[in-house]
């Protein structure tokens, strides 16, 4: 017995005196290469510049050494996968705080709206704008994201009647026209020029225009 308490006495021993000798590494990352800003690839669209990871109080957790930088805590851009409506490939650079919705394109080619707002703001600003247009508003359930419209003859939409699907993407809040079933997309055409009329209205209240 007394041999065995031995024997574990002199490995817990070991192991004690192999931490020692283990490098410290946390402050490794000092010597991480910076690298350039992200470029935007073609057919991308910045929305807005709000962190996404931000470390809460950074300046009070982390010191520099004397005469450096204090820490500063990366902000990485927004991205969307969509082009601007007017087909322009160019990269738009990034938005300012505040940014206002941005009338675009999925990875499909269908018209969407991107607003880069959390979901009760947007759901209240589509409320709001639809208020100008002359889609009519027949219900709506906010949980699931959804205004239930009856379009006028002018946007050839048919059946007439179709749903507006506000959906959470990592950017923000998608808005998309679907059919009167929401089991798919509606019409290209019909959907831009609803969407269109809506994109104007949630213009006007972003402006803080009045009609």
């Known amino acids: ?18 931490c020692g000798l283990i490098p410290n590494q946390s402050l490794k990352y000092r010597e991480a290469e910076v690298v350039e800003p992200m470029t935007v690839p073609d057919g991308w669209v910045f929305i807005g510049q709000s962190p ?38 160019t990269p738009v650079p990034a938005s300012p705080a505040g940014a206002k919705a941005v009338l675009a394109k999925d990875g499909t080619g269908y018209p969407i709206i991107m607003m880069p707002d959390r979901y009760a703001q947007a759901w209240e600003s589509v409320g709001q704008a639809l208020t100008q247009t ?53 019409d290209k055409a019909s959907s831009l020029a609803v969407l269109e009329s809506l994109y104007g209205e949630l213009q006007r209240i972003g402006s803080g225009i009045r009609r």
């Open 1 to 18: 017995m007394q041999r065995w308490l031995t024997v574990v006495a002199l490995a817990t021993t070991s192991m004690v005196a192999g």
């Open 52 to 89: 996404l990871y931000e470390v809460p109080d950074a300046d009070q957790r982390l010191t520099a050494a004397d005469g450096e930088r204090s820490f500063q805590a990366p902000k990485p851009p927004d991205l969307v996968g969509a082009v601007p409506e007017d087909g322009d490939q």
């Open 134 to 186: 002359d889609l009519r508003v027949t219900d709506r359930n906010r949980d699931q994201g959804v205004f239930f419209l009856t379009t006028p003859e002018r946007y050839q939409l048919q059946p007439a009647e179709a749903q507006l699907k506000l959906s959470h993407t990592t950017n923000g809040i998608q808005v998309a026209l679907m059919n009167a079933e929401g089991t798919a997309l509606a």
